[in-house]
């Protein structure tokens, strides 16, 4: 199983940490913030108090076992590209550092980076998103062109097989996923639907494709 460090404990990084640790992962967690590491110690496999800006404080907690870093520290931008930049001289194989402005993430991925997330950007994605298009439960942005969503069906498919509505020709778009209730009222998914499946009143659809057929598709939700 993998190892991460997640440096940073504030409320992207806190959860990120516990999330981790909840699926049974190790998971090392840095601040220098005493308070905040003493707040998840009793949670991840490690919690040490250090300034994660010096590279032998990171050698001495064993920092070259890890094989993904996440740097979560957003507001002192100075800090987390000087941490992005020695984790990369470290060795660590998968860099993945939170960003708070478009430049921002520009030099943490010239420093090292290797995925950059914005995570106060994304979630007001979101929140737009679901109020805009109330059936719309999850929207996920694959790319500036493609999406993930996942969408009530709209009334017009119900009793229509997935061949019927024929979705790649209609709309350009694919059906990954269907979720449907359960014998006991809860969510059962099927990730491999047969062309023949029909259409239920209670289904939600993985959708992916462009975000223009996307946006065409919305209109009849």
């Known amino acids: 199983m993998r190892q991460f460090v997640v440096v940073g404990l504030g409320r992207f990084g806190s959860s990120?940490?516990?999330?981790l640790?909840?699926?049974?992962?190790?998971?090392?967690a840095i601040d220098i913030n005493e308070e905040k590491v003493q707040g998840l110690s009793e949670v991840v496999a490690q919690a040490v108090c250090i300034d994660a800006?010096?590279?032998k404080a990171l050698k001495a907690v064993g920092i070259r076992?890890?094989?993904?870093a996440i740097v979560s520290i957003g507001g002192n931008?100075?800090?987390?590209?000087?941490?992005?930049?020695v984790l990369k001289e470290l060795g660590i194989k998968e860099i993945i550092a939170k960003a708070v402005t478009k430049d921002h993430?520009?030099?943490?991925?010239?420093?090292?980076?290797d995925r950059v997330v914005f995570?106060?950007?994304d979630m007001g994605t979101r929140i737009a998103n679901a109020l805009t298009s109330p059936k719309v439960s999850e929207h996920i942005d694959l790319s500036s062109e493609c999406s993930i969503i996942e969408i009530k069906a709209p009334q017009e498919f119900?009793?229509?097989s997935l061949k019927q509505l024929n979705l790649r020709v209609e709309y350009g778009l694919n059906i990954v996923a269907i979720k449907s209730k359960d014998i006991k009222g809860g969510e059962a998914v099927n990730p491999t639907p047969e062309a023949d499946y029909k259409i239920r009143p209670q289904d939600k659809l993985m959708i992916v494709g462009p975000n223009k057929n996307i946006e065409k598709l919305k209109k009849k939700a």
């Open 16 to 19: 990120v940490a516990e999330t």
């Open 21 to 28: 640790s909840s699926k049974g992962c190790q998971v090392l």
């Open 53 to 55: 800006t010096d590279e």
């Open 65 to 68: 076992s890890i094989d993904v």
């Open 77 to 85: 931008i100075e800090s987390s590209v000087l941490i992005t930049l």
């Open 105 to 113: 993430g520009k030099v943490l991925e010239r420093v090292g980076a």
């Open 119 to 121: 995570p106060e950007r």
């Open 158 to 160: 119900i009793g229509r």
